[in-house]
Each structure stands twice: as structure tokens, then as C-alpha cells.
């Protein structure tokens, strides 16, 4: 039977900086084994009890992998009509099977918009600090669809 996890954490990247956190608010919510969080987080909150807190270290490997420098193209400027580019700035679009990607912006000139594919957090060694603060068995219909609170029929 899956078990449905409800964490607190804040996540710091390998220069210390908090990139992310959820202290405060809602907790996040997954069910393991469905690959809704990285792998090296997972991992670790799968042997934790409720009320317990720890500090993960994950390496790139285990979070969003490392840094493919074959993820970063030249597209003609002409693709990004109408979009006032900034570097840095992400940008969303669309793959041929419907899936929404985000790339980021690295520079451009009057030709050429530099892209990266790479996830902004790639090739970083993360560090969470994380509570469990609930666990339960999943439902069958959170099993079977992957989404927490699943009801039939909808």
C-alpha cells in the first residue's frame, strides 16, 4: 500500500540561498513511488515517522540531474516576436505532445535568443530542511490516478 506524505521543508541551493519553502503554509503533499517529488528527497522522508525533522542533502543526481550543456540552443530572434527579452527570464511554451516546458533566457542580439532547457535548479546539490507532518495509507483511487483526494466518477 502507498503512503500519502505531507512535509514542511525549505529548500537551500548549493550556495546556501533559500530557493524555495513551504514553512507557513499548506503542506506539500505526495504519494510515494509515483515520482511526484525528486528521487533523493523521497528517499529520505520515506523513513521518517511524523513530527520528525531532519536535514537532507541531495545531490544533482538525485534532484533535477546535472547540467546538459546540449539543452542550450540558438533560435532565430524571429520565434520570439512581440516578447520583450530579458536575460534570465523564463519562458513558457509547448512541445509537439502538449507538454508545457519552461526554458530560460541566457542572451540574445538582434539575430539569435540563446535558450536553456536545463531546470534552473540542474547540476545544484540541494539541501531541505524537512518535517513530516502526516502519513497515511493512500486510497485506492489515489493509487490507481496518482492524485491526492482523488474521487471516482469526476
Do not use: C, W
Not at 500519502?4 to 541551493?13: D, L, M, Q, R, S
Not at 545531490?59 to 534570465?88: C, D, S, V
Not at 535568443?113 to 539541501?127: C, F, M, R, S
Amino acid at each position: 500500500m502507498a503512503k500519502v506524505y505531507g512535509i514542511e521543508y525549505t529548500v537551500k541551493n548549493s550556495k546556501g540561498e533559500v530557493v524555495d519553502s513551504n514553512k507557513g503554509g499548506a503542506p506539500l503533499e505526495f504519494i510515494a513511488g509515483k515520482g511526484q517529488i525528486i528521487p533523493g528527497l523521497e528517499k529520505e522522508v520515506e523513513k521518517m515517522e511524523v513530527g520528525e525533522e531532519k536535514v537532507v542533502v541531495v545531490p544533482a543526481k538525485e534532484a533535477y540531474g546535472e547540467r546538459n550543456e546540449e539543452l542550450i540552443e540558438k533560435l532565430p530572434r524571429e520565434q520570439f516576436q512581440g516578447i520583450e527579452l530579458q536575460k534570465g527570464m523564463t519562458l513558457y511554451g509547448q512541445t509537439p505532445d502538449g507538454q508545457t516546458i519552461a526554458v530560460r533566457v541566457v542572451d540574445f542580439d538582434d539575430k539569435e535568443v540563446t535558450i536553456d532547457y536545463n531546470h534552473p535548479l540542474a547540476g545544484e546539490d540541494l539541501t531541505f530542511e524537512v518535517k513530516v507532518v502526516s502519513k497515511r495509507d493512500a486510497t485506492p483511487e489515489e493509487e490507481l490516478t496518482g492524485q491526492i483526494g482523488a474521487q471516482g466518477g469526476h
